[in-house]
């Protein structure tokens, strides 16, 4: 069984900045991925951006430049930075990974999420 807790979520004012932690445990072989995605009311969830356990980085062109998502392998946990918030960063944030056990590959889960609400 695989645990994500999440933290960070919370109000922000446009401008400001959150930072999102995600740590997880359990019975894990390796995380071959870590990375957040979004979902507004009504929407449905996207990436917002994802690294691999080498490093390589990706995001949604909605947030490059102002996130930056990093990790930690040794406490497997990723982080994600968000400067520069806007009102149309407001969703809950979910954090994903990709995993392997020593039973299996290409295992993933989901955290809990985490509510990002940035007021104008």
């Known amino acids: 069984q695989v645990r994500l807790v999440e933290s960070g979520g919370g109000l922000a004012q446009a401008g400001g900045s959150l930072r999102l932690s995600c740590a997880a445990s359990?019975?894990?072989?390796?995380?071959?991925?870590m990375g957040w995605y979004r979902q507004a009311p009504g929407k449905q969830r996207n990436l917002v951006a994802r690294?691999?356990?080498?490093?390589?980085?990706n995001y949604a062109d909605s947030v490059k430049g102002r996130f930056t998502i990093s990790r930690d392998n040794a406490k497997n946990t990723v982080y994600l930075q968000m400067n520069n918030l806007k009102p149309e960063d407001t969703a809950v944030y979910y954090c994903?990974?990709?995993?392997?056990?020593?039973?299996?590959?290409?295992?993933?889960?989901w955290g809990q999420g985490t509510q990002v609400t940035v007021s104008s």
């Open positions: 994903n990974i990709g995993f392997d056990t020593l039973g299996g590959l290409g295992h993933q889960a």
């Open positions: 359990g019975i894990i072989f390796r995380i071959n991925y």
């Open positions: 690294i691999t356990r080498g490093g390589s980085t």
